[in-house]
Each structure stands twice: as C-alpha cells, then as structure tokens.
C-alpha cells in the first residue's frame, strides 16, 4: 500500500463538489451537433448523472494550429454541463498530439523495437522521452488550467490518458546496471549504447529490464511535468491519471500513486465468472495504490469491448454492468464513470459500447444505465467522503511488483509458464472465492499491518527488500512464497547457493534444481493436490512438510521429497509452494494459510463476495450473488436498498446485491 498522510486536503475536496457516487462518462461535445448535445444534458439528467470526462482526446480541435486555440466549444460545454448540475473532471489531451505536431517533430514519434518510426493515424503517437512532446504538452496543460481553472463545474484534473507508450527510439538510448560481461557486451563508448530494439539473438534480460525502469520513469517524468503546471495554477483542484489495468503494464503504479491525488482506473473485464473475479482484482488494486484510501473507476464499458486476441465484441448479459458496478464501489471506488456517454458513429471506436448506444435511449442499456443511477443516487454512502484510515479493511497482502512483472517478460526463463499476472490472478481468485479480501502490498513498502503477506512469482529480491520480508516474519508476519521468488537480485542476478535463495532460509529450505514440467503436464501430491507448470528439488532445512512429489514427479525429483512445506520461524510462520497449485486446491490450501494466521474468512455460500466498506458514519456489510440462483446470508441492520431492516438469514436473489448498513466496521488488524 502507499503511505500517505490522512486526509489530504485535495481529497477533502472531492466531497464538495459531487456528495454522491460519481456517475457518468468520458463525454466527447466536439465529435456532436448542437441538437445532440442538448439531448445529452436531457439524457443525462434522465440518468442522474453528476460527472462528465471531457477533453481527453481533444488536442487537435483545441489546438489546431500551433500555438492558435479554439476553445469555444469547451467553454459551451462545460457552461452546459455546469448549468446543468454535471461537474467536470477536465483532462489534458497529452495523449493524442495533433497531426500537425508529428509532422514538426517526427523525431518525438515513438519507434517499436524493430527500429520502425510510426507514424501519425491513431493515438498516442508520441515519445515521452522527446523534449519537443514534453515541452508541447506543458503548453497546452498551462493554458487550460489558466483557461479553466476557475470554472465552476471543475472538480478534477485528468492528466493525460493511460500513460503507456513506449519507444524504443535514439531519444530514449541510456545505460545502467546491466551484466554486461556475458557475450562481448561491456561497453566503452556512451554511443554504442541503445535501447533494446531487434537484436541478432536473445537479448540481455537486465538490459530489458532496465529499459522498463527507464521507460517507466519518462512517463513519470511527463505526469509530473503536467502535475506542477496544474498544481501551481490551480491549487486545491484534484489530481488523477488513469491507470489501465490490469492488463497493460509500462510503469510502476506505486510510483505514479504517490504523486496523484486520487488514484483511477480504467477497466474491461473478461467474459464469464473469472470477469468477476478480475473486477475485484483491479478493484483491490486500485485501493491499495490509493494507499487504502476511496479511488475513482474512470472508465468501464456498458457492454463489453472488443476481445482484441478473439476478434469478436461479446455483449455483457443484463445486470452484469450493475453487479460489476457494486463490486468496484464495494472495494473503494467513490464513483462508477463510463468509457462513454455517447456512441460515436465514426473513429477507431465506431462499435464500442456507451451508456447511451447508437439505436439511442430507447434500449436495454439505457434503461439499465438510468436505473443504475438512480439507484447509486439513493446510496450516498458510497461517495467519496472524508474517512479516516482504511475504507475497506484487510490483513491479508499480495505483493505487487512490477520488477517481477518485467522480468518474466524477459525470455529466458526455465520455463515460458511463468507469467506474472496470471500468478497473481490465480491466488487473489482463490482468496475472492474464500471470502478473504486482500490489498496489494508495495514490495519496497511496509508490510507489518498485515498478518499474512503472499508472495507470488517475485524473481527479482533486492538485499533491501529481503530485509524487510525477515523482519515481518521475525515480527510474527505468515509468509506464503511461490517458486522462482527470490531468485535474483534486482538486477537478475541469479543468487547462489539455493534457488529462492532470498527467502530459502527463512522457509527451512533449500532449492537444488528446477524441473519445469511439459505443456499440459500434471502431477498429484502426496495429499491429493494436483500441480502444474513447475516442479523442484526441494530439500527440507527445517520447515515441515505439508505436501511431498509422487512417482509421477520428473526424474531428477525422488519420490517422496517435499513439494509444499511449512517452517515456524519464531512467532513467525513460512509456506513454501515448489509447485503450481491452481482453483479449489488452491483455495484448500490457502484456507490453511489464512486461518494458520489467524485470520478468520467469512461464511459465504458458494459464488457470493461480500466486502465490508467502511463509511463516514459506521460501515456498510456488501454482498453481490454472482450465481444464477438466490443465496441465503446471515446479516443484521438497514437494507440501504429497500429501505427495510434484516435480521438474520436474507436472500439475495440471482445475481443481486444486498447491502446492509451496520455500525462499526467489525474487521480489524491484529497489528
Ligand atoms: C480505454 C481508453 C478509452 C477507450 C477505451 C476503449 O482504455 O482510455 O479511450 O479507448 O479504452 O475500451
């Protein structure tokens, strides 16, 4: 989680402007007649909607000419949106530089790692390293704010959208730690040094890596271009950058939080129940890079968006957006907004899904649109509000870290199963279904408000950083750790004498050799377990075995030997997994870990979450029944949503919501 001090007065601020969930959409006035547009305001008031993002791709029709501004249509549509009771959240439209900057500056268009410079025709067709887009994109983030800054339907600066472009361009050439004594790389000359672009044959990992940090860091270095112009200008008005997750990785989250006011996301949820399970993912995400604090879902689709490895645009079943929606809100999201108000009829986008679609208000999805607003409406509740602390409390930790990300991209590894956000994804999912809700966790923050920190597929441990993982354990912290973590340092360079070596002593274990298993092959533990992917010779110096490898293991592994162990570390306690554990084995054996940490998950059929959100007054109990069938759940206080008290057993019908005001938060941290 990110520290940050409570309550910042920019966050204070957002509960003046807007007192309910933030609801609406990315609005785009420039691509519409006058007629639509005052249809829209009418739409929108049908839809209670109380926030528009508006400007976001705008640059060429603000700017059409350099250093020549056509702001009369913002100005009539924010006047609009505000006479209307809309507030805005104004971006900067950093991310799509006009055609007539790429055609003075081709140098800042970026260049893929083939050495191909792209050229203009879409978006974000830019170099964060370029100083010519750098310097383009502080003037024209100076004159809005100077513009609007004082407008009154102002709540919030979106700076940029979803930062992300990488260029692997002459501009962005630089050095750093990199192992070059391996095949004649040990440079003399600054000029021999490039970014990784197509090389003959594997390319160096550290050098990758590295590349990432440094791409990471050129995007920073852009927000906080745009940051202090806005900061300076117009103090006390909010910040944001959205973030895409949790499929799109080309900076650090924990660096770019620290910097924001609020922390955003955009997020497309994948089709079926795992869709579900991965709306929580990003929702818990998104808090924890808030540093527990309420954060904002920018932008999620009506429908769902186009499956762009399946090639097809699946439509999102009746009350799915809604059942998401509580999801998002239940984890922290003081709002849900939408990627769009409108249909547009014509761009890259022209099929993708909007509150009001292209056959108009007079569909599915605009009734569901209005009567999810009218419903949020009743919950204000669920607004950002100024709270103390934790808006949803957890003792539970997945370390997220973007080294491990990064260097799992590299090739090379002993096996090509060892992706990272699936790794993640598969132990928060069995967590979700467990009842046990988690943040993420900083691998350079502070883990000791939690009891039980997870760490999966973390190759690279910095000294610093192994440090501070034997201290929580030495503090009486449960530590589960995966395969492959630990490995290297934070330069991918392998540690020895152990594999894992970063944690091997603290699990009681040492790691002789990894044995990848074969595409499709499985193995079944001594108790049952079926594993995949990975396999190890796994020597036991002291931890416990809870799991050993059968006959069916690879050769180089004796049957018998331990797969998945346990070591009590003092008050302290330490899981090791040799081995890919998946679904209800996973769920089985992290139920052991929780409640060895004396953590106690909630009773829940199957299929229904339930989150506990704390609120200015007291604490709402949240349950969402993701089956197609009613569920029966225990609880006690106001339905917020019928108005009625419950006591006791309450069904909550297929696929609904049921949300229960109760006094306290009744969760609490043992630390
Ligand atoms: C988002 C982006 C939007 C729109 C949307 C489509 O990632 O911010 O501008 O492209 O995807 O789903």
Request: aromatic fraction near 10%; proline fraction near 6%.
């Amino acid at each position: 989680m990110v520290e940050r001090e409570t309550p910042t007065p920019a966050i204070e601020a957002l509960r003046r402007p807007i007192s309910h969930v933030w609801f609406g959409g990315d609005y785009n006035p420039e691509q519409w007649p006058e007629a639509v547009l005052l249809e829209d305001i009418d739409l929108m008031q049908q839809a209670a909607v109380n926030t528009a993002t508006v400007g976001v791709f705008s640059w060429a029709a603000l700017e059409p000419q350099p250093g020549e501004y056509d702001f009369g249509w913002l100005d009539a549509a924010l006047d609009r949106l505000h006479s209307a009771g809309v507030k805005v959240i104004l971006a900067t439209p950093t991310a799509s530089p006009p055609p007539w900057f790429s055609r003075l500056h081709p140098e800042a268009l970026p260049v893929t790692p083939d050495g191909v410079r792209l050229i203009h025709g879409s978006r974000d067709t830019y170099n964060p390293a370029a100083p010519a887009y750098r310097d383009a994109a502080r003037r024209i983030t100076r004159v809005l704010a100077e513009r609007y800054g004082d407008h009154p339907a102002l709540a919030m600066w979106h700076l940029h959208n979803e930062y992300g472009t990488v260029s692997y361009g002459p501009v962005t050439d630089v050095a750093a730690t990199w192992n070059t004594a391996f095949w004649s790389q040990v440079y003399s000359s600054w000029e021999d040094i490039h970014a990784p672009q197509r090389t003959q044959y594997i390319p160096n990992p550290a050098h990758l890596l590295d590349f990432k940090r440094f791409s990471s860091d050129m995007l920073l270095r852009c927000l906080r271009d745009q940051l202090e112009i806005v900061r300076e200008v117009t103090p006390g008005v909010p910040t944001t950058t959205n973030f895409m997750l949790p499929t799109w990785h080309h900076y650090d989250e924990w660096d770019f939080a620290r910097e924001l006011d609020v922390v955003t996301i955009d997020h497309y949820p994948e089709d079926g129940p795992s869709g579900d399970a991965q709306v929580a993912f990003a929702a818990d995400l998104a808090r924890s890079f808030a540093g527990g604090r309420p954060w904002l879902l920018m932008e999620q689709a009506t429908s769902l968006v186009y499956d762009y490895a399946g090639g097809r645009m699946l439509a999102k079943a009746p009350g799915r957006m809604r059942r998401n929606t509580y999801q998002y809100l239940a984890r922290g999201s003081f709002g849900s907004l939408f990627f769009q108000w409108r249909a547009p009829r014509v761009g890259a986008e022209f099929f993708h899904s909007a509150m009001v679609p292209h056959v108009g208000p007079d569909s599915r999805i605009f009734r569901e649109i209005r009567d999810l607003g009218a419903e949020l409406a009743g919950v204000p509740e669920l607004s950002a509000g100024p709270i103390e602390g934790r808006v949803v409390e957890s003792r539970t930790a997945i370390v997220w870290d973007s080294t491990a990300w990064w260097a799992t991209e590299t090739r090379m590894l002993p096996s090509a199963d060892v992706a990272y956000l699936p790794a993640l994804r598969r132990v928060h999912e069995a967590l979700w279904r467990s009842g046990v809700t988690a943040d993420f966790v900083d691998p350079n923050g502070d883990p000791s408000q939690y009891d039980l920190v997870l760490v999966p597929s973390m190759i690279a441990v910095s000294d610093s950083q192994r440090e501070a993982f034997d201290r929580f354990v030495a503090n009486g912290g449960h530590l589960a750790v995966w395969y492959l973590s630990g490995s290297t340092d934070e330069h991918l360079r392998v540690r020895e004498g152990s594999y894992s070596a970063a944690f091997a002593e603290l699990a009681g274990v040492r790691v002789e050799e990894h044995a990848p298993l074969r595409d499709g092959q499985n193995l079944t533990l001594s108790e049952g377990t079926c594993a995949s992917a990975w396999s190890e010779v796994l020597h036991v110096r002291g931890a416990e075995v809870v799991a050993s490898y059968g006959a069916d293991a690879p050769a180089v592994i004796a049957p018998g030997s331990a797969a998945i162990t346990r070591n009590v570390r003092g008050s302290g306690v330490v899981h090791y997994f040799s081995t890919r554990v998946e679904g209800d084995d996973l769920q089985r054996h992290l139920a052991r870990i929780v409640a060895d940490a004396g953590i106690e998950a909630a009773v829940l059929p199957d299929g229904v979450e339930h989150v506990v959100r704390r609120t200015k007054t007291g604490a709402l109990r949240i349950f969402i029944n993701h089956t197609e069938r009613a569920q029966t759940v225990r609880a006690t206080g106001r339905n917020v949503l019928s108005n009625t008290d419950v006591d006791g057993d309450v069904a909550v019908a297929a696929g609904d919501v049921l949300i229960v005001r109760i006094e306290t938060s009744p969760e609490g941290s043992r630390k």
